[in-house]
């Protein structure tokens, strides 16, 4: 199978603008997690969606929105972007749930800078 | 609250030393689960194992094992003859039961295999 797929893998931009990252799931897996990885903070929790609807939501400002289509497919948003946004956008995918089931594979992640 | 604590931030080590990463981590949960996944230079995360907390059963896979004791809440990881291709910063995390996939990482520990 195909692993976790992120697009684009880097991407530049200035303050106060927005973006949009995308992610494809592993063929199956409906769960897609994203995370945000800086130095600072380390790697942190922004959402997760099954199903088209977002089961789980991290500390993060209403800038950070994401969603999911019927494919699983995900895209997250970052609005009015602030230099502090720039880091590693890490997405994952998770089987469905079950016994084993919660191991998440990951994607090669987007770094955005924001300058 | 839930937290995941890797005291050791980096380690260096010659190869074919053995290696022992330390996890600590804090919960009021009966039931969650335990991740160690490995962040090579390229970035992505990769998944090395998942422990039930109902499964105290120690593991090994080859030169990776996993020494999982709940009385002192530590998830500890050996690299067993290390090598440089073992050279990553290794993360562990935590996550609770049931429909949720938020992981909560530790800090992660930088380790270093020189030849």
């Known amino acids: 199978k195909a692993g976790v797929t992120q697009t684009p893998r880097y991407l530049i931009k200035t303050r106060g603008q927005q973006v949009t990252l995308s992610c494809s799931p592993i063929?199956?897996?409906?769960?897609v997690s994203w995370y945000q990885q800086t130095p600072g903070q380390g790697l942190q929790f922004l959402f997760e969606?099954?199903?088209?609807?977002?089961?789980n939501k991290g500390n993060f400002p209403g800038r950070f929105s994401g969603r999911q289509f019927s494919n699983s497919r995900s895209e997250m948003n970052v609005s009015t972007l602030e230099l502090g946004d720039s880091a590693l956008y890490l997405c994952a995918s998770s089987p469905p749930t079950g016994i084993g089931n919660y191991e998440q594979y990951f994607g090669p992640g987007t770094r955005l800078t924001v300058t | 609250a839930q937290k995941v604590t890797q005291a050791q931030t980096e380690i260096s080590v010659v190869e074919k030393e053995d290696v022992t990463l330390d996890c600590v981590y804090e919960t009021r949960d009966t039931t969650y689960y335990l991740f160690w996944y490995k962040q090579p230079p390229s970035g992505e995360l990769v998944f090395l194992i998942r422990?039930?907390?109902?499964d105290e059963q120690n593991e090994i896979s080859g030169r990776y094992s996993w020494n999982f004791q709940k009385s002192t809440s530590s998830f500890n990881f050996t690299i067993t003859a290390s090598q440089v291709v073992d050279s990553a910063v290794y993360f562990c995390a935590l996550s609770r039961a049931g429909n949720n996939r938020k992981l909560i990482w530790g800090l992660g520990t930088s380790l270093a295999v020189n030849p």
């Open positions: 063929s199956g897996h409906r769960s």
């Open positions: 422990r039930n907390s109902f």
């Open positions: 969606y099954f199903s088209e609807t977002q089961r």
